[in-house]
């Protein structure tokens, strides 16, 4: 074996090939005998395994290949795993183009010498990242991310679903009624505490104005790694729990449908209290859904999430504090231009949102203003409607290169909006 000091450095796996590999012990023996051998080179990125001589194994039964296989096989698992941790250990780290592109730049202006350099990979963080660490590191699924994060659309939202809530159960009692006014005013009073500026809206305005378009897809990722932390889990959660209802609405119909059929007879207390133990622990899943559906929306923090706030953040400068709204006037106008861009860009905006479905907002109207439609072009309106996980957005995503974001497991109540230029008969 000639090694040279710069191939001594590389990983590599040494293989013996073994007559007595079947006898574990003497096979240990050889491969101890050659790091013996060859202890004084130094060669600490060895890797020495033992393998049976090919040629003889078409002698051996099924079960005797089968058994050499499967050793071999746990072989190489146990040193690749070794090389793969050692590799993410020692060697070049790149975590972006960027990375690699340093690293170019800096080996193309370093003067030749004659010798072995060792190349060494500069980490490069964006300040985006640090910001992001800054607004987000302390932020869990257990934390309430809509009130902190988006106070405003939220309290928004949670006040216009009571009223709707009013005017839909007219026929409800005073106590319920009474309940809801309660729980208004309460709304209320947070949502003059909280509403507002925050530090997360502020950091999207200048997101949106005064960092680079890479920065804005850095930021992008960020938020989609972060809500992979807890999505999977809820997902799983909300399925087994979806599993379970179904399980009791089958039996609750088929308990239903024996009492039907009794009815003209006495109905038998058993069926009578299983039915009512049945509706029950069906109102009790209903609310487990409702509670994991809550769940969902308190980790969906995404980029569309926080333009959504702006939109909200303008209409109540508008209505509650003019004076602000002078202040920021100029950089709404800069936002509504940016999101336009962003829209031509491939991304979509959420036009229509729930909790409860509202398309009301002077800032969305105004990114909608900066949209040019060139007269000459077609335009083609494609409209998607499903069930939950139907696959709605994938279906655009995959057809037309969409950038919709995919929903964690429930739908994505509302309508988005996004523009994408066609060749094909010059349409829009």
Known sequence: MNYTFYSSNILTIVIIFNSNFDKEEKTQQLIDRFKKYYSNKQWSKIYWLSSPIFTTMKDLNKSKRKRYAERLKKQFSQIFEEIEQKLKEKYLKFRSCFSIQELYLDLINQKPNGKHT??????????????LEELFESITDVTENLKIITPTSYYRSEIDTIKKRKLL?????????EKLDQRLKELELEKKKKSGLTKYSSFMIDLLNNYTYIDFLIADLYLEKWRLKYVPRIKEEKEKIKLEKTL??????????????????????????????????????KEQLLEIDKKSANVDLTIGL??????????????????????YHEEFVKIAKVIAKLIYKGFSIHILRSRPLICQSHLLRMSLENLHINENNQLVILTVVGEQSSAKSSLLNSTFGCNFRVSAGRCTIGMHLGIFLLNYKNSL
């Open 248 to 285: 009791h609405e089958k039996k609750l119909i088929e308990n239903e449908n024996k009492s039907i059929s009794a009815s003209h007879q006495i109905i038998d207390q058993k069926v009578f209290n299983e039915l009512k133990i049945l509706r029950e622990q069906d109102e009790k899943l």
């Open 306 to 327: 926080l333009c959504n706030e702006l939109f909200a953040l303008y209409d109540y400068f508008h209505d509650e504090q003019p004076l602000m709204l002078d202040k």
């Open 118 to 131: 060792k190349i060494k990979c500069k980490p490069i963080k964006f300040n985006i990242e640090n910001k």
């Open 169 to 177: 159960d007219i026929m409800n009692d005073s106590k319920t009624i």
